[in-house]
């Protein structure tokens, strides 16, 4: 079973309802109805539709969730999935932005040093060389990337990476592709 199959199934909110009871210790028709505050009919059907697709077993009133089955989905659809982008033509550089950045977005700012300047050396390319920015548009870039765009701001600026004066940055640092 492939794990689009799984995601469909979980799609409807009865069956949600039952496999989440299954899955908190609920073993009868009964016990998924009390615990899920579903009919009984309700119950009776989305555990046949669960059986069929096989991740519920059901024998008489008592059911039992294939909880292996969502496992081997997920091992499944990860070794099908594309290999992550490289951002970085350095490994160690790459290692640092795979754990930071998730589509396009930084998950959280690194607290240490080191891998913060990683970072913010690969944020800062998205400021044009001899461009001049308003802080306004400084901030909208930067809010791209991450939330919190008055720590990316001073970061860059601290770092040498953006110069500041009179709420105008521009780009005095970082690699630069020529």
Same mark, same amino acid.
């Given at each position: 079973m492939d794990a689009a199959t799984i995601v469909g199934l979980l799609a409807d909110p009865v069956r949600l309802k039952v496999v989440a009871a299954l899955a908190l210790g609920a073993g009868t028709l009964e016990e998924v109805a009390a615990a899920s505050g579903l009919g009984l009919k309700d119950v009776a059907l989305a555990a046949r539709r669960l059986g069929r697709a096989g991740l519920v077993h059901r024998e008489?009133?008592?059911l039992a969730l294939h909880t292996e089955?969502?496992?081997?989905?997920?091992?499944a659809?990860?070794?099908a999935a594309a290999p992550p982008e490289r951002l970085s033509d350095d490994p160690a550089e790459d290692a640092v932005l795979s754990a930071f950045v998730r589509?396009?977005? @930084?998950t959280s700012i690194p607290a240490q040093h080191s891998k913060r300047l990683v970072v913010l050396e690969h944020l800062v390319r998205v400021f044009e060389p001899g461009v001049r920015y308003p802080e306004r548009e #400084?901030?909208?870039? @930067?809010? #791209?990337?991450?939330?919190? #765009?008055?720590?990316?701001?001073?970061? @860059? #600026?601290d770092e040498g990476l953006l110069t500041r004066e009179a709420g105008i940055y521009w780009r005095s640092g970082g690699y630069v592709e020529v």
């Open positions: 008489g009133h008592a089955r969502f496992g081997a989905a997920a091992r659809a990860a070794e589509e396009g977005r @930084l #400084v901030n909208a870039l @930067l809010a #791209v990337w991450h939330p919190d #765009v008055a720590a990316l701001r001073r970061y @860059l #600026v």
